[in-house]
């Protein structure tokens, strides 16, 4: 039986797929994204969170309307309740609306989007891929797996490793009682997120996204008693969507790039592992994916050649490797030094620590510090 030729395939329409099916439809090559859903949709629970620089980096304006829900800066609070106010502003988004975007920008350039068509196998043949998926049979020279963190792509190209995860769960608020607010909150501490933390995000001055991440505990109770902590706010408040998902915070996995195949965003473990952001990450993974693969497609797909990735995505690859290594050093922190630790950061300090920049200005500036030096600055150094 004949199959359709692709040159890439993209499997998942997430920020990671719709990003790679656009990169890979400019270089000319024949492209198909598959989603299983029957919409592209941000399905999965998300934050939704995102910086100003995610958009220019996926090539979206920030004025569509519907995209930008609320305008916010953050607010980080330690285990006392100080708080260092972050300067920088980002927004609260209707991802939705962005993923939608990216994937009309993907098929006017050309990319072949099937929503509702579920990928389920590949087997190599002379050099090529065979794709099954749920309603055809597709022939590619380039497979590019952006299916999440329980990515199938991966389990059948042989890759078992999977990046550690931390299980989240995330309550939608209505008819919260206070004002609209500008301000996402996130709440460090043993007691109320051992090995994570708790957001509150102000969608609308109605409705309220409250979110928990935990590891090494049960997650229920800690939402519960994170909610009661705020019940003055959310009082009358009734929950009209209660879901969760795991964000994988272990860092990259080693085995990404493979002959003919590269696995991107949460399949790979491209999240920014201390803030689980990983809209930008993927986004960014899929842009530099979609362009090697496209590229690669007609000439050479082997696996040295599409590590070609790597020099495109280093930056992040260096980003999330810092964040890990800032997300090891707080956990072995107590509360009593993560409130130390507020009194010494500045905002600059906690965006840099967060999102594993400048990592070694802050261990230096912590290095005075009598009892952060040891627990802290020299282990990030
Ligand atoms: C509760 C929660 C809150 C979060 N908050 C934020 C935040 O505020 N900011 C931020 O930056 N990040 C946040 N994240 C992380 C962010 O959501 C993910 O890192 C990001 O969506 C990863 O993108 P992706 O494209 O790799 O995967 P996904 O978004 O998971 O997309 C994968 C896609 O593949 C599809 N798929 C899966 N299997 C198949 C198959 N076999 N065939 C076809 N299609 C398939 C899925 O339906 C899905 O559409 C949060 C995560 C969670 C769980």
Same mark, same amino acid.
């Given at each position: 039986m004949s199959s359709k030729e692709f040159d890439v395939i993209v499997v998942g329409a997430g920020p990671a797929g719709v990003s790679a099916a656009k990169s890979s439809a400019a270089t000319g090559a024949r492209t198909l994204l598959l989603e299983k859903?029957?919409?592209?949709?941000? $399905?999965k629970p998300c934050g939704q969170a995102v910086s100003r620089q995610t958009l220019k980096t996926a090539g979206v304006?920030? %004025? !569509?309307?519907? /995209? !930008? /829900?609320n305008e916010v800066h953050a607010l980080v609070y330690a285990p006392n309740m100080k708080c260092v106010q972050i300067g920088e502003n980002g927004y609260l988004i209707n991802k939705t609306i962005l993923l939608q975007e990216i994937a009309a920008q993907a098929a006017e350039l050309g990319a072949e989007i099937h929503v509702h068509e579920e990928f389920l196998d590949l087997k190599r043949v002379n050099g090529k891929f065979l794709v099954k998926t749920s309603r055809n049979t597709y022939s590619a020279s380039v497979i590019i797996g952006a299916d999440g963190y329980n990515s199938r792509v991966a389990r059948r190209l042989g890759v078992s490793e999977r990046s550690e995860l931390i299980p989240t769960l995330q309550y939608l608020l209505?008819? @919260?009682?206070s004002g609209v607010s500008d301000a996402i909150r996130i709440y460090l501490g043993n007691k109320i997120a051992p090995k994570g933390y708790a957001w509150i995000f102000p969608i609308t001055n109605k409705l309220v996204e409250v979110g928990i991440g935990v590891r090494d505990a049960p997650i229920k109770p800690y939402i519960d008693n994170f909610i009661k902590m705020f019940s003055r706010e959310f009082g009358k408040a009734q929950i009209i969507d209660r879901r969760g998902a795991p964000v994988p915070?272990?860092?990259?996995? @080693? %085995?990404?790039? /493979?002959d003919g195949a590269i696995l991107i965003g949460d399949a790979a473990g491209m999240v920014i592992p201390l803030t689980g952001g990983g809209i930008h990450s993927s986004i960014a993974a899929g842009l530099a994916a979609g362009k090697v693969a496209g590229e690669a497609a007609s000439e050479d797909v082997s696996r040295e050649r599409l590590r070609e990735f790597d020099e495109e995505y280093a930056p992040w690859l260096n980003r999330i490797r810092r964040s890990l290594k800032v997300l090891r050093a707080l956990e072995r922190l107590s509360d009593d030094d993560l409130n130390q630790l507020a009194e010494v950061l500045e905002d600059r300090d906690v965006v840099d620590l967060a999102n594993g920049l400048d990592i070694a200005r802050v261990a230096k500036k912590l290095l005075?510090?009598? !009892? $952060?030096?040891? @627990?802290l600055a020299r282990y990030l150094l």
């Open positions: 859903n029957p919409a592209i949709m941000a $399905l304006d920030p %004025e !569509i309307p519907g /995209l !930008i /829900l209505a008819g @919260r009682s915070v272990g860092g990259v996995i @080693r %085995e990404y790039v /493979l005075v510090h009598p !009892i $952060l030096a040891t @627990r």
